[in-house]
């Protein structure tokens, strides 16, 4: 299948037509020419034609020399000057999510979306709550305090204006918080008297006790049913997260927090050649535990397809959401705690165990770290279990690894560590880590990737 290709090399920069639409249907020999063909290896070399044999790209060559290795049997594409480049691999990603909003509702701010305000967030759950059927979730996400012009989450009251007659949730853009209704807040048990989960927090008014609809980190886990649609809906969010991969170029996606249900049933997809694009699924911590003590098992008929990844942990929160694990306060605090320093979604000692148990069944460990109180206890994690059960080249990963100091990529270096750097906390937070949550100090280093390359880090 065209998949297969796709996977080789994946995008055609301006071309008129994705590669899997120009391929389809083409005899068995396929010659790319007439642009600029970039081979990315280390030579940085450019050739002027490439030829494809069935499912394979079999030469990399000269417009000439190809010509005649092609014969008469073959199809010419003519890249009309464009180039043609190996496919994109996203390294830091969560396959399908891409593709979320051909199901759940939009509520993303500028530049992605047009939500402005609180009010614009309750407009919009009121359209979609007069077409659902009245008892039934209306279920939103990518909503951004910090770009609405009230700087702060939606409340369970602006939510019930939206409806009383309806559960709404919808997930903030960092994806560790939620904001619900009333009526959520009774279906999925959570009043006064409820306590906090372990690495998690009900926020609630600071006279009466209840809870003013925003959930932190672990308390989101209550909705994480309305994350896992059903069948119809899966494949349209699948359907549309391939469509923009492909789109962009990138033919290697990552699940990077995988559960047992998107690992099932995108191992389907897959082995019917749904799937037009490689996928590595990183299982998250309880998946991670069903495969170890056999209660799940997931066999690729073809790792180069589809694969298992290494094992996520999540050690923290998001810095714009106040939830992320710092050594230091915030720049400016939330509410009234001048010293506050966000808090960890799971305990060092559990942490340690945890990494030195899967580290120990041989699995790469990636863990969520953006704080770099965080940081310091995956590192501590990761150097418990390599002293314990020594392995070379391990790979151990830190995800995001947003504000770590220079002390920290000394340790990664020595570790072997690799940070992930999600680069687009740059991009859409930088302005407000600078004047809100890291103040300019520690906003000037966030995703310190130069610092990294100087000290060697993958």
């Not at 290709?5 to 010659?31: I, N, Q």
């Not at 589809?306 to 992320?324: C, E, F, L, M, N």
Request: aromatic share 6%; net charge neutral; glycine share 10%.
């Amino acid at each position: 299948m065209t998949k297969r290709f796709l996977a080789g090399y994946g995008l055609l920069v301006r071309a008129p037509a994705p590669l899997s639409r120009l391929f389809r249907g083409h005899s068995k020999r396929v010659l790319y020419r007439g642009g600029p063909i970039l081979n990315m290896d280390a030579a940085k070399r450019v050739a002027e034609a490439l030829l494809v044999e069935g499912e394979r790209i079999a030469a990399v060559g000269s417009d000439a020399e190809l010509r005649d290795r092609a014969g008469r049997q073959h199809r010419i594409i003519d890249l009309q000057g464009n180039a043609l480049l190996p496919g994109f691999i996203d390294a830091h990603a969560h396959f399908p999510g891409a593709g979320i909003f051909a199901v759940l509702l939009d509520l993303n701010s500028p530049p992605i979306g047009g939500i402005e305000s609180v009010e614009g967030i309750v407009e919009r759950l009121r359209e979609r709550a007069a077409s659902t059927s009245k008892g039934d979730w209306v279920v939103g996400m990518g909503y951004d305090d910090t770009l609405l012009a009230e700087k702060r989450h939606p409340s369970r009251a602006d939510l019930d204006r939206a409806s009383t007659e309806h559960p709404i949730a919808i997930w903030h853009i960092s994806g560790h918080l939620a904001a619900v209704n009333s009526e959520a807040l009774e279906r999925v048990g959570i009043g006064a008297e409820t306590p906090d989960a372990d690495g998690g927090r009900i926020r609630r008014h600071p006279l009466t006790g209840e809870p003013d609809g925003v959930l932190e980190e672990n308390d989101t886990h209550v909705l994480q049913p309305l994350l896992a649609p059903g069948l119809r809906d899966s494949w349209k969010i699948v359907r549309e997260a391939s469509r923009r991969y492909l789109a962009a170029g990138v033919t290697t996606a990552q699940n990077g927090y995988a559960t047992r249900q998107q690992m099932t049933g995108l191992l389907r997809l897959s082995r019917l050649g749904l799937l037009p694009l490689r996928v590595i699924l990183w299982p998250g911590q309880e998946t991670t535990d069903a495969l170890l003590d056999g209660r799940f098992s997931f066999a690729s008929p073809d790792a180069l397809w589809i694969r298992q990844g290494a094992a996520k942990i999540i050690g923290d929160g998001s810095i714009q959401g106040y939830t992320a694990y710092l050594s230091a306060p915030y720049h400016v605090p939330p509410a009234d705690d001048p010293g506050y320093l966000g808090y960890p979604t799971i305990a060092r000692d559990e942490l340690i165990e945890v990494v030195t148990r899967y580290h120990a069944e041989g699995l790469q460990v990636a863990v969520h770290g953006n704080g770099d109180a965080c940081i310091d206890d995956i590192l501590d994690a990761f150097e418990t279990a390599q002293r314990a059960h020594p392995r070379r080249d391990a790979r151990h990963v830190v995800i995001h690894a947003q504000m770590a100091r220079n002390d920290q990529l000394d340790r990664m270096a020595e570790l072997g560590v690799i940070p992930s750097f999600f680069s687009l906390h740059t991009y859409y937070w930088g302005d407000r880590h600078r004047e809100i949550f890291m103040g300019p100090e520690r906003a000037a280093r966030m995703s310190p990737a130069r610092s990294a390359m100087d000290r060697g880090l993958r």
